[in-house]
């Protein structure tokens, strides 16, 4: 009999060991469920997370004065947890009168309680894209502004920034009401976007508000989607792949490189102490004891070890504080010295390959507060190059707010003997690095938006194309691809349908870099706003135009008001119901009449309009605003912007007006006119508004 009942433990014991540990699992939610959230009304508001296969979860919408059980529940609604312990309930969460706006309690119960308080009811949009859309307000507002900015009815969830290389069961973040406090770290763009519909409408706004700087539209879509398109498949595939294999690939290198650097005798050697100070805070003068005058960035020269230094000046504004130096990327292994004092570098084992816009080959060395004095500093940086290859290469390359571009000082401290033909041979190479992790594709719909889905939406607003603005035409089927993409995955989530889908608003690129006479030159950005302007063919989605809201010399225009305020437009008309207008001039048609070309428009806004050409331009705002000389190059003209061409022949700037609901564009230098361009540069000079007060989109006639 004993020895019956103890077997009987044991079984007992190793059937408790082995029994699935999560069968008392407590119910769980994302990180997006949490106080001060906004929820979508929708007669089918998604709520979801984990439990204990089996489990019931109960969801209970209540008022936030209801102190017990005895009041009726706005919303409830039972599930029981599947398989793989997942589990959603849609809350009926439509008509005002029967659920409003609140402040309510959300209670999920199942084995334990969650409650999460002071929940409203209103409209939720995702604001997504780069650097653009994360510009916070902080950035972008004036402090009168901030210091009014309290509204209980405006609330921000702000993603946690996170790549991963599959999709990530939660995306960390809090929900923030807007206050003078918490306002400063919204996207300017998004709050000013919600702060115009919430003042329209009178309901509460919610964004949620994932967004990265420096980012391609491949990391923002899914990895199946991308499969899904056999032109974008194979970069995309070798792309996630090269990075998946990284570690391996540099091991090999490393393994290859050190006996060859042995062999050929071009080790990196340390600096003796005498000859470092000299390299670092020793005079140093163009033609004298070795140094050259040399342009940066650019390339350098190789097979040897160098120095390039340059003062800096440090302006009592920025005097103790940190101050980060920073490279786009520099070719070869470097050491970075201010005042003598080494700020940063890389090693061997550190350096983690070559290739602009790759995995850390951009270099930000953070100089300390204790060490960043007001006035003139010296920084030296020491390049060992063994393989045939030094420069830097920068579109970053700034020390604070110091733009670092321009003449440095070049010396050699000792060049390596030449190779033998043997040597040259056996050379490993250079270590190609893979794409860094926030530009891998699907990198940031794993680890910043898949967690997301399917939470309620009313809608997309996206601002983003800098960084692929190089490749317009990849752009053409990339953009499409991502929206098809998002809105398949949030179909029949509250709002959404297969049939009618989300809607999805962006910006448009505004107008940058410098300003061109040359009516022939490189249309640059003019492509990539081509390719969003395009992407209009998609239904349920809207563009906001900001042709006349960039500066010259800030990819980052301080200035958000107006990239708010146009998605509000498109939201107002389309979603919400509002007459109206917005959108400026859009080109419809043209027809050739003889010597001259008219050209329709669509959304005339109550009337085309001439605006007055200002004598100066925006060149930035930051860190203080400066202005250049407007030169006119139609200057006879009432209208800017307009380029006309004949047959085979060049684009000429033309005469263009004003004509009722038309424009009549003409040149003398083109008789026979056969196409026509309207502010199709980077950062042309156009003036073309309606009388609603919105620019006309950039066009062109030809398909060139």
């Known amino acids: 009999m004993r020895f019956s009942r103890i077997v009987t433990l044991a079984l007992l014991l190793i059937t408790s060991a082995a029994a699935p540990r999560f069968a008392h699992a407590d119910v769980t939610l994302p990180s ?20 204990a296969p089996g489990e019931k979860i109960t969801i209970t919408l209540a008022p936030s004065a209801a102190a017990s059980s005895s009041v009726a529940p706005l919303a409830t609604a039972s599930t029981t947890a599947g398989a793989d312990g997942r589990w959603r309930i849609d809350l009926d969460l439509s008509g005002v009168a029967r659920v409003p706006a609140g402040p309510h309690r959300l209670v999920v119960k199942a ?22 859309m994360a510009r916070t307000m902080s950035a972008s507002a004036s402090k009168d502004e901030i210091a009014a900015s309290a509204n209980n009815s405006i609330r921000f969830f702000t993603a946690s920034r996170k790549t991963s290389p599959a999709p990530l069961a939660d995306v960390a973040g809090k929900w923030v009401v807007a206050a003078p406090g918490t306002t400063p770290g919204f996207s300017a763009v998004a709050y000013y976007f919600a702060r115009q519909l919430q003042a329209e409408l009178g309901v509460p706004f919610g964004v949620i508000h994932s967004s990265w700087g420096g980012t391609p539209v491949e990391a923002w879509t899914s990895l199946d989607a991308l499969k899904s398109d056999p032109a974008i498949s194979p970069a995309a595939t070798a792309q996630v792949t090269a990075f998946a294999d990284f570690p391996a690939t540099k091991a090999a290198w490393l393994a290859a490189l050190k006996p060859w650097l042995a062999a050929s005798q071009r080790e990196d ?32 020269p190789g097979e040897r070890i160098l120095w390039v230094r340059r003062d800096i000046t ?9 101050l980060t130096i920073d490279i786009d990327e520099i070719v070869g292994i470097d050491t970075v010295y201010l005042d003598g004092k080494k700020i940063g570098g890389r090693t061997l084992e550190t350096f983690d390959g070559e290739g602009r816009s790759r995995l850390n080959s951009r270099r930000q060395y953070r100089v300390p507060a204790s060490d960043a004095t007001a006035g003139r500093h010296t920084l030296a940086i020491r390049i060992h190059a063994p393989l045939g290859e030094s420069g830097i290469n920068a579109g970053y390359f700034t020390a604070g707010s110091q733009k670092l571009f321009g003449d440095w000082l070049l010396k050699t401290e000792h060049a390596f003997a030449p190779l033998t033909p043997a040597a040259r041979a056996a050379s490993p190479g250079p270590l190609k690095a893979p794409l860094r992790p926030w530009n891998v594709p699907a990198s940031l719909y794993n680890g910043m938006i898949d967690a997301l889905v399917p939470y309620g939406l009313r809608g997309f607003i996206w601002y983003q194309g800098e960084n692929d603005a190089g490749n317009p035409l990849r752009y053409r089927a990339t953009f499409p691809l991502l929206i098809n993409d ?63 809201a960039g500066e010259a010399g800030d990819v980052h225009p301080k200035s958000k008001h107006e990239a708010g305020a146009r998605l509000a437009a498109l939201a107002l008309a389309h979603d919400y119901g509002s007459p109206v207008e917005y959108s400026g001039p859009v080109y419809d048609a043209m027809t050739i009449e003889g010597p001259a070309i008219r050209v329709r428009f669509k959304h005339l806004g109550g009337g085309l309009v001439a605006r007055p050409v200002p004598a100066e331009y925006l060149y930035q705002s930051v860190p203080q605003r400066v202005t ?55 950062n042309p000079t156009c003036n073309l508004y309606n009388a609603a007060g919105f620019p006309a989109c950039p066009f062109r006639t030809d398909t060139d």
Request: neutral net charge; contains cysteine; aromatic residues 8%.
């Open 32 to 51: 997006v469920f949490s106080d001060h959230m906004v929820l979508q009304r929708s007669a089918a508001t998604p709520v979801w997370g984990r439990a």
């Open 111 to 132: 084995a334990n309680t969650l409650d999460i308080s002071d929940v409203l009811v209103g409209e939720v949009w995702l604001a997504s894209g780069q650097s653009n």
């Open 269 to 300: 050697r340390p600096t003796p102490p005498d000859a470092l100070a000299s390299f670092t805070t020793g005079s140093a003068t163009d033609g004298a004891d070795g140094w050259t005058k040399v342009r940066l960035a650019g390339k350098l």
């Open 314 to 322: 440090v302006p009592p504004a920025d005097a103790g504080k940190p």
């Open 486 to 548: 998002w809105r398949a995955r949030w179909a029949g989530s509250g709002l959404a349908t297969a049939a009618t889908p989300l809607s999805f608003y962006w910006c448009q690129l505004p107008n940058f870099q410098e300003k061109t006479d040359d009516p022939n030159a490189s249309p640059g950005w003019a492509g990539i706003r081509e390719a969003q302007t395009l992407t209009l063919k998609l239904p349920r989605t809207g563009q906001a135009v900001l042709i006349d």
């Open 628 to 682: 250049r000389p407007l030169k006119r190059n139609s200057p006879d003209s009432q209208l800017e912007g307009f380029l006309i061409r004949g047959a085979g022949g060049k684009w000429e700037w033309a005469d263009a007006r004003i004509d009722g609901e038309t424009v009549i564009v003409s040149s003398p230098r083109v008789p026979k006119p056969e196409a026509v361009r309207y502010a199709w540069f980077p």
